[in-house]
């Protein structure tokens, strides 16, 4: 079975940097689509970015430039570097797996990112 472990959250300053990991097992690497989303309080949960087996990557608009999502197929982890956090950027954070060519998706138990001074 598909697991997802996050790791990596916490307090941060605004401007500071955190990073993120997820140990993923029991998925097929060729066909998983990792990512990354977020769910502050109140609000829906969000992409924030995403990365396939041959390492395309998407960005939500708000973290372009400020955020990179990179992966290790040989250790099946993905990371997620936020650089130049904002308060904004307050919210629990979700690993993704979507196995391509089927419905399926799998979740994180998610960690918590803090922004503040």
């Known amino acids: 079975q598909v697991q997802l472990v996050e790791s990596g959250g916490g307090l941060v300053q605004p401007g500071g940097s955190l990073r993120l990991s997820c140990a993923a097992s029991?998925?097929?690497?060729?066909?998983?689509?990792l990512g990354w989303y977020r769910q502050a309080p109140g609000d829906e949960r969000e992409l924030v970015a995403t990365?396939?087996?041959?390492?395309?990557?998407t960005y939500a608009n708000s973290v372009k430039g400020r955020f990179t999502i990179t992966r290790d197929n040989a250790k099946n982890t993905v990371y997620l570097q936020m650089n130049s956090v904002k308060p904004e950027d307050t919210a629990v954070y979700y690993c993704?797996?979507?196995?391509?060519?089927?419905?399926?998706?799998?979740w994180g138990q998610g960690t918590q990112v803090t922004v503040s001074s």
């Open positions: 029991g998925i097929i690497p060729s066909r998983s689509i």
């Open positions: 990365i396939n087996f041959g390492g395309t990557t």
């Open positions: 993704n797996n979507k196995v391509m060519y089927s419905t399926r998706t799998y």
